[in-house]
């Protein structure tokens, strides 16, 4: 009695921190972009639809997230198929070739796919060829594919491997399916609750991506909600665009809603699996070869190309020239050291490191709260990462914009409210997986609490601690769409200055910080690909 | 003469440089049940796999039915080969109801749904559970998904029945039940069937013929009757019963007889031996012994097992385990006497130190 008792007063400390970031960072914005909305009032919002402006940036972003959704889930799906059929070496080899390009921030890969298949860019050069219609809409597609596929292929593989879906394919093979009706009848089917979730994050992260419709449909004249959003907020002085940026926010954040909503229905566990021993994993080897090398040519051409090709650029005397060795030059990253971006390392670097720690302390904190009791606050955590970047800066400008209006905290505060479910997740997923008995056998060995908690306990979460504080930490670097909003003068992430340079038309010295941004970043990357390696199933093992 | 239903040559199978079934050879004729006995790891479901076409052997060749379904340059996929098969993990698919399950290997011989449904409907009245038509895999114990996984296997109609362990993750009144009704729809269909456990006494109750698969190979192949009295040798005796084993030296053998020498003593009981006279390996099972009689030893262990009383007599040359009915009548401690009945004389092998029974 005495020792609950004892135990009680700091675990409702916790909670209180626990509610009050999440009120401050996440509730109490948004609700402050609501009562805008509302006080802006019914006539003003029609007034800015009939004043036009709206419908063209909202028709272009439901149209491209759609298709490039669509084109996503297949190719995803497909390579998922064909990556599960593959020995374990091979498999390793393509899951890192296909998800490596997740550490290139999306306008860095737009930027590197005008470095390689635009005008004037390398195979230009090389042979005379370039993509029509990069700069445009068709460019602006195919780079919300590339950057949405990843995330995709991983949530569809992952799916394939937590079932016993081998044998149930031979099943099917045995019950006289063909391998075409086994795929149709029983692997689609079952694999239609991943299917929805990865439509679904493809088609939130289409709408919501700021940095491909910046670097590839600007230029060309093709707006989207979040580059319409950027222009009227920071570049416009007009007072009628506040009402518009409003609009255009509230659409982002009704789409979202209704596309989780709608998958979240959809998706609900009617099918629930148990999983058991599988048979021997290897099977009959017909055609993986061919599959190989058309997923090789897939990762070369969308990913490792054009990251050569800026680079490439980066180290070339000036645009126009060939990126041949007479051309080469350290230049660039010496103009870029002289163009303040110096600084803007810093804040970013400041930025990701204070996040990082800020939301694996919150995320760890609200893991151990809700192994005692559920609450509600886990689930809005994932909910706001779903906020689209756009709406969640505007909602954080209105709520702290009036004291904190340009500093670097209110960068803060919006990265926080993002970013807190990445930390959260990896952790609580691990804690889950980590069973209670685990903790109970260590005490009945003689083991207090504590003791417990460090010898068995963190040990356990140690690789997913990590792994939550560097996601959040090479995500905020990365981070573009709400420090585009926020940042004042001075206080320019890495992003914005790579944003800045590029609009100013330097497309040499853009490359030298684009290829330092994403660098430094994969740097910070690599002890996840490593730990990815060591999961943890201690705990799940019958 | 009766016709081969599955011939087996030579099939080796590789998981890299590893061989998991290493030059096996097997026949199934007519409409038997040969049951394939073996410790985990010794090639059961790989073998099964091989004939079911969800792999295909590195070398060797395999017949059903009197075609050659794979071998040098022949590889007939699994929905085209006629067999019937049930998962040891059942392997039901987590989205299809139990009617929709047993259904579909008759829309994929391209029956119209109504038909399918029709004939479906039957086979789960036939395995008993008509009243779950409409039940996901979730929503079934595991007998009951194991009974749909049956009848989706005679939805097939097949020649030959592959039952890769299908009891393994049942409790022991349910095993007993389904392995019932097993053997009795296989029956009924005609049609033969290779039954891989690693459960002695199932083996022996489910088979025509057992075969023990030890490292890739088939080491013995014989009836049920015949492997548990005259087993290949002292790791085939442990692996198909309770079994002690001890060292003796064969005196003499006739007709149905043998002459042993143990513990300086010299008993004629029933049996037979493989191996001439001399220092050789006696394998004795619990009931071919009994308490009371001409030799005397000390009660080391007792296990009350219910119908009967397994005693754990030391010899002063080793152990015995003898079984009697009812309750024990004993103490741990106690000097007793008793005798043997019968045995099975093995050449002397290096791994009997003949101080330990062999239990499995």
Request: with cysteine; net charge neutral; glycine share 10%.
């Amino acid at each position: 009695m005495a020792d609950r008792a004892a135990s009680r007063f700091p675990q409702s400390g916790g909670w209180l921190l626990v509610f009050a970031a999440a009120a401050a960072v996440v509730v109490y914005p948004l609700f402050e972009l609501a009562r805008e909305l509302v006080t802006v009032g019914r006539s003003s919002i029609a007034d800015t639809f009939a004043a036009g402006g709206v419908w063209v940036p909202i028709f272009h972003t439901l149209w491209t997230s759609v298709v490039a959704t669509a084109v996503t889930l297949t190719l995803a799906t497909a390579v998922a198929l064909a990556t599960a059929s593959f020995s374990p070496r091979k498999r390793i080899l393509v899951v890192v070739g296909m998800t490596l390009p997740f550490l290139i921030p999306p306008f860095v890969s737009a930027m590197s796919w005008v470095a390689a298949y635009g005008p004037g860019g390398l195979l230009d050069d090389a042979f005379g060829l370039s993509l029509p219609g990069l700069i445009g809409s068709a460019g602006v597609v195919t780079l919300l594919v590339v950057n949405a596929t990843p995330l995709a292929y991983l949530i569809v593989l992952s799916s394939l491997d937590a079932r016993t879906e081998r044998d149930l394919v031979r099943a099917a093979r045995v019950s006289g399916a063909t391998p075409w009706e086994a795929l149709r009848t029983v692997t689609l089917p079952m694999l239609r609750p991943a299917l929805i979730a990865a439509g679904a994050i493809s088609f939130i992260m289409s709408a919501n991506s700021f940095g491909v419709p910046a670097v590839l449909g600007t230029p060309a004249g093709f707006g989207t909600v979040t580059t319409r959003i950027y222009q009227d907020l920071v570049l416009s002085a007009d007072p009628a665009a506040f009402d518009r940026v409003l609009v255009l926010a509230a659409f982002l954040a009704a789409a979202t809603i209704v596309v989780i909503g709608t998958a979240d229905v959809h998706s609900r566990g009617r099918i629930r699996l148990r999983v058991e021993p599988s048979g021997p994993r290897r099977g009959s080897s017909g055609g993986t070869r061919w599959s190989a090398r058309l997923i090789t040519a897939y990762v070369m051409a969308t990913g490792l190309l054009p990251f050569v090709a800026l680079v490439l650029m980066s180290i070339t005397r000036g645009v126009g020239l060939s990126p041949v060795p007479t051309n080469w030059t350290l230049g660039n990253f010496e103009e870029v050291l002289d163009s303040g971006a110096v600084g803007a390392f810093g804040t970013s670097l400041m930025l990701a490191v204070t996040a990082a720690t800020i939301t694996l302390g919150l995320g760890s904190l609200l893991v151990v709260l809700e192994r005692r009791r559920r609450s509600g606050v886990g689930t809005a955590a994932a909910l706001s990462f779903a906020v689209p970047g756009s709406v969640l800066a505007i909602a954080v400008l209105l709520a702290y914009g009036s004291v904190l209006r340009d500093t670097v905290l209110i960068i803060l505060i919006a990265y926080i409210a993002k970013f807190w479910a990445l930390a959260h997740r990896p952790v609580s997923g691990s804690a889950d997986a980590v069973s209670p008995e685990v903790f109970g056998a260590a005490r009945l060995c003689g083991a207090t609490p504590a003791t417990a908690a460090r010898t068995i306990v963190i040990p356990l979460l140690r690789s997913a601690l990590v792994t939550g504080w560097l996601i959040v930490f090479v995500f905020a670097l990365h981070e573009l769409t709400m420090s585009s909003l926020l940042h004042g003068p001075g206080n320019e992430t890495l992003a914005v200055s790579v944003l800045n340079l590029q609009q100013l038309g330097e497309p040499t010295v853009t490359s030298a910080l684009a290829v330092l941004l994403t660098v430094g970043a994969a740097l910070a990357a690599i002890p996840l690909l490593l730990l990815r390696r060591a999961p943890v199933d201690a705990g799940r093992a019958q | 003469m009766t016709s081969s239903t599955l011939r087996c040559r030579s099939v080796t199978v590789r998981y890299g440089s590893n061989p998991v079934l290493d030059g096996l050879d097997l026949e199934l004729v007519g409409s038997e049940t040969v049951a394939l006995l073996g410790p985990s790891g010794s090639g059961k479901t790989t073998l099964l796999y091989a004939i079911a076409g969800l792999l295909d052997p590195d070398h060797g060749e395999i017949a059903i039915d009197g075609t050659v379904v794979a071998g040098p340059g022949v590889s007939v996929p699994p929905e085209s080969r006629a067999v019937g098969m049930v998962f040891q993990n059942y392997a039901l698919w987590p989205h299809l109801n139990a009617i929709d399950t047993i259904a579909y290997p008759m829309l994929r011989q391209g029956l119209s749904r109504s038909e399918a449904r029709l004939k479906a409907e039957r086979l789960l009245r036939l395995v008993g559970i008509s009243d779950l038509a409409d039940r996901l895999p979730d929503q079934l114990s595991g007998g009951q998904q194991q009974r749909v996984g049956l009848a989706r296997a005679l939805a097939t109609e097949p020649a030959l029945y592959l039952f890769d362990e299908p009891t393994a993750h049942l409790d022991a009144g349910l095993r007993t039940a389904l392995q019932q009704e097993l053997v009795e729809q296989r029956r009924r269909s005609g049609a033969a069937a290779l039954y891989t456990t690693h459960d002695a006494s199932e083996a022996l109750a489910v088979a025509d013929r057992v075969a023990v698969l030890r490292s890739g190979q088939i080491v013995q192949i014989a009836s049920p009757e015949h492997i548990y009295r005259e087993p290949v040798d002292v790791w085939t005796a442990g692996l198909t019963g309770p079994t002690s084993v001890l060292k003796c030296v064969l005196v003499g053998s006739g007709e149905g007889t043998i002459e042993v020498e143990f513990a300086g003593s010299v008993s004629r009981i029933e049996g037979g031996s493989s191996c001439p006279p001399g220092p050789a390996t006696l394998v004795v099972r619990p009931e071919w012994a009994t308490l009371g009689g001409d030799r005397s030893g000390i009660v080391e262990h007792l296990t009350f097992e219910g119908p009967h009383t397994d005693y754990t007599i030391g010899t002063g040359h080793g152990s015995i385990r003898i079984r009697r009915a009812g309750s024990p009548r004993l103490q741990v401690g106690e000097t007793t006497q008793w005798s043997l009945q019968r045995g099975w004389v093995l050449a002397a092998s290096a791994e009997v130190d003949g101080s330990e029974p062999v239990v499995p």
